[in-house]
């Protein structure tokens, strides 16, 4: 059994996965470094949490790393997580994005997308609002820190646990088929999504995207990281693009790249002029 991780060890740790990630773990989540990385603890057979971190580092195909990444990172989510921003979208932003041009191309982003919930949600969304997607030009990009969670929304499939989180009978039914045990994204919302590992402190994926989603992250950044990262996302949006972040999450003070904006009681970000 490893030892227990001690004050260096979490000093250690907390300091790796900023530098990897920007996510910041405080003292407060010893016993979640802890849950979290017993499986990797074991499997590399380190008597140590420093003797992991010391295997990571010295790992050349960065792999230990990317596993760790996957261990820590918060992948809480789920369909139509936080209906508001859903809505926003059906009521006010798609709409006016298209006017009277229905088959103009539309481009979304779903920043930290983890699993794959909320970008899938966007596609069953879409389709709500223009009926048929095959004659839409609609691209959804989901990306994630964490290559397992970029993994799993590839594979498109969920548990029923996961489906009926968000979901009701008749939902599963229309936007899903059962493969198995499982519940298997139709075929033509899986169509317009892409999923790939981003990092969004330095982001590859570029854009431009008409809506944003970024909800639920930034809470786990500093101030200077949290900036860096409304910045990046900033400078991917089209002119009259909208941000989205988290219900409880809030721009003020971050950056002055941005106006806040609400409707119908959701709020949404639109780049300052």
Known sequence: MPAPMNDRDLMLFTQYVASLSGIRLDSSKKYLLESRLD???RETKSATYADLYSRARADGTRALERQIIDA???NETYFFREPKAYELLKTKLVPELLGEQLDRPLAFWSAASSTGQEAYTLAMVLEQILFDLSKAKLRVTGTDISEAA???ANRCEYT?????RGLDSKQIAKYFTRWGERYKVRDDLR????FSVDNLLAPKTLGPFDVI???????????ADKAKVVDNLVSRLKKGGALIVGGAESLLGVTERVRRREHQGATYYVAAS
Do not use: K, Q, W
Request: charged content about 15%; proline content about 3%; hydrophobic content about 40%.
């Open 72 to 74: 820590v990172s918060t």
């Open 191 to 194: 169509s317009i999504c892409r």
């Open 213 to 223: 989603f970024c909800r639920n992250v930034l809470i786990y950044f500093s101030a």
């Open 39 to 41: 499986d990797l603890m």
């Open 160 to 164: 029923p646990h996961e489906v009926g």
């Open 150 to 152: 970029v993994n799993t």
